[in-house]
Antibody, heavy 119, light 106 residues
């Protein structure tokens, strides 16, 4: 059974960098994409970006200038960094993985972690 | 960017009712569309992929159809456990989610 778990600080100060890690268990990240999705309070789901096990990535154009992702297949982890955060970045952040080697079908999800941007 | 427009944004129906949600893409996306169920406080769940294929283990009362720009998601016989927000998601160009449809029991 594939399981994902997000980890990272629950509070980040404005203008600083939000950093989260997703740890995958029950399956290897090799040849798979890791995806980040967020949900701001009272809003819908927003795709942030994805990264392949080789390090190739794509990001939401609206966030591209502030986002970077990395992957460590030896630890079965992938990570998100979001720079220069504001209150608008307060959200529940989910990591997800597909059921095949594409980025299309988000079949496995973490439970989500709330990140609040506040001084 | 591909924009996904879902409607309605919310609906209230009785147990046993047929519920229909529509999703329109800003450009032709063939059948590159999925549907998710998101119950508050839980992880989203993939229900339908490639516009009409039911994910393993998902009840058959859920179905999807459409291609090109226009898509439909149907619950044939609403159950209390179906209270959730439903999202379409295209993967033709990057990924984009629709705005969501909140489904409640009347």
């Amino acid at each position: 059974q594939v399981q994902l778990q997000e980890s990272g600080p629950g509070v980040v100060k404005p203008s600083e960098t939000l950093s989260l890690t997703c740890t995958v268990s029950g399956a290897s990240m090799e040849t798979y994409y890791g995806t980040w999705v967020r949900q701001a309070p009272g809003k819908g789901l927003e795709w942030i970006g994805y990264i392949y096990s080789t390090g190739t990535s794509d990001y939401n154009p609206s966030l591209q200038s502030r986002v970077s992702m990395s992957v460590d297949t030896s630890k079965n982890q992938f990570s998100l960094e979001l720079r220069s955060v504001t209150a608008a970045d307060t959200a529940v952040y989910f990591c997800a993985r597909g059921f095949d080697s594409t980025a299309y079908y988000l079949a496995f999800w973490g439970q989500g972690t709330l990140v609040t941007v506040s001084s | 960017d591909i924009h996904m427009t879902q409607s309605p944004s919310s609906l209230s129906a009785s147990v046993g009712d047929r519920v229909t949600i529509t999703c329109q893409a800003s450009q032709d996306i063939s059948k590159n569309l999925n549907w998710y169920q998101h119950i508050s406080g839980r992880a989203p769940k993939l229900l339908i992929y490639d516009a009409s294929t039911l994910e393993t283990g998902v009840p058959s009362r859920f179905s999807g159809s459409g291609s090109g720009r226009d898509f439909t998601f149907t619950i044939s016989g609403l159950q209390p456990e179906d209270v959730a927000t439903y999202y379409c998601q295209q993967y033709d160009v990057l990924l984009t989610f629709g705005g969501g449809t909140k489904v409640e029991i009347k």
